[in-house]
């Protein structure tokens, strides 16, 4: 089994997906997102697994964006708590430069504030890339995992320098088909309303209607049209439970446009 992810190796993605899926299976690094869509899509790889969002810095909109378009299926998720650490090869006081990748820098940002005022930020493609970088160079450190710290050689400064102690991030595992129903299920879908008054509480009603608990809702510019959007919606229960079915169909007689993008395990 072949096994995509967002990298490089030491990614934290890289690291939700071994706990997923173990250590033993063959692992893919994709350079973006839309890469690891496309090698499950093309059948070079069994799953995909993409960051979708953080409990700190928000949802991971390219994830969402490569969604709209995309067949594949949301088969599974992976709440990983993120342990953000500061790596490098001097003392802390020797740090001149700190290579971060923007979300890890966003969800650490009052502990670097406080305890490094004066060092450059330099800002990576992945937390992978920042412990590479500062592993090379002198007088630098790195906003990494305890993963990169062991793959580059980096000594851990810092543990958990995260401002928000109960910091995660949820990655999505994408596959070819829906998952069965557990009984403990969330069904993920997207929707779009047509421009007028009350579209968007008519488009709700059907969750208010059967009960359904609504766990999440986003919105993101179609990207088709002018100030249209689709909303992407999270709620308790299996596309094929009986309530779940009813509000969908009912949720279709009031939008342009209805997806169902999968259901699976609800494993918060």
Avoid at 87 to 103: D, E, V, Y
Avoid at 125 to 145: P, Q, V
Wanted: aromatic share 8%; glycine share 6%; with cysteine.
């Amino acid at each position: 089994m072949t096994v995509a992810y967002l990298g490089p190796e030491a990614t934290f993605t890289h690291q939700a997906a071994i706990r997923r899926f173990g250590s033993s299976l063959r692992y893919a690094s994709q350079r973006t997102i839309a890469d690891v869509f496309a090698e499950v899509s093309k059948d070079r790889a069994d799953y995909g697994v993409v960051p979708i969002e953080n409990s700190t810095e928000g949802v991971v909109t390219h994830t969402l964006d490569m969604l709209v378009d995309s067949d594949l299926k949301i088969v599974a998720q992976i709440v990983l708590r993120v342990q953000h650490c500061l790596l490098g090869n001097c003392r802390r006081l020797q740090i001149k430069k700190l290579f971060a990748h923007p979300q890890s820098l966003g969800q650490c940002r009052g502990w670097v504030q406080a305890n490094l005022p004066r060092v450059e930020i330099i800002e990576t493609s992945s937390n992978a890339r920042s412990a590479e970088l500062a592993a090379k160079e002198n007088e630098s450190a790195a906003i990494a995992g305890v993963l990169a710290a062991e793959k580059y050689g980096l000594r851990v400064l810092e543990h958990d320098i995260q401002d928000n102690a109960a910091n995660a991030t949820r990655f999505l595992v994408l596959g070819r088909q829906c998952s069965p129903a557990t009984g403990h299920d969330r069904t993920s879908l997207m929707f779009s309303i047509a421009d007028q008054v009350g579209a968007l509480y008519r488009a709700l009603a059907p969750f208010r209607r059967y009960r359904i608990n609504m766990t999440k809702i986003e919105s993101r510019p179609s990207k088709r049209k002018a100030w249209e959007y689709f909303f992407f919606v999270d709620c308790d229960g299996h596309m094929s439970d009986r309530k779940v079915a009813k509000a969908i169909t009912l949720l279709n007689e009031h939008c342009s446009y209805v997806k169902v993008l999968g259901s699976y395990p609800n494993a918060e």
